[in-house]
């Protein structure tokens, strides 16, 4: 979490899926492979979500084919480790 924030990304919470969009911007979660790397997924204007792994096409589901409503609760395995919500404005972000 500190990381992120570092570079710009707003702490939202990991205690529920947020339940509007936000005015600027896009929520994302964050979710961890245990002392390997880090996962992003985006929350879409429909209120599902999606991902990109590695070098595959963006979707909308998990591991299990099951569409993703609550990335707390989703198949990312490895990344399996959730970690919590962030707001995110692109614009606003530098990787540190």
């Known amino acids: 979490r500190p990381a992120a924030e570092r570079d710009g990304l707003m702490w939202h919470g990991d205690d ?3 339940t509007a969009q936000p005015v600027n911007g896009h929520y994302i979660a964050l979710l961890i492979w245990p002392n390997t790397n880090f996962h992003w997924v985006r929350m879409d204007r429909d209120f599902t979500w999606s991902h990109k792994p590695g ?5 909308n589901v998990d591991n299990k084919g099951s569409k993703i409503t609550d990335p707390s609760q989703s198949d990312f395995s490895p990344w399996t480790q959730f970690c919590g919500y962030f707001q995110t404005i692109p614009s606003n972000v530098t990787v540190n």
């Open 16 to 18: 529920g899926v947020p």
């Open 55 to 59: 070098g595959t096409a963006v979707r």
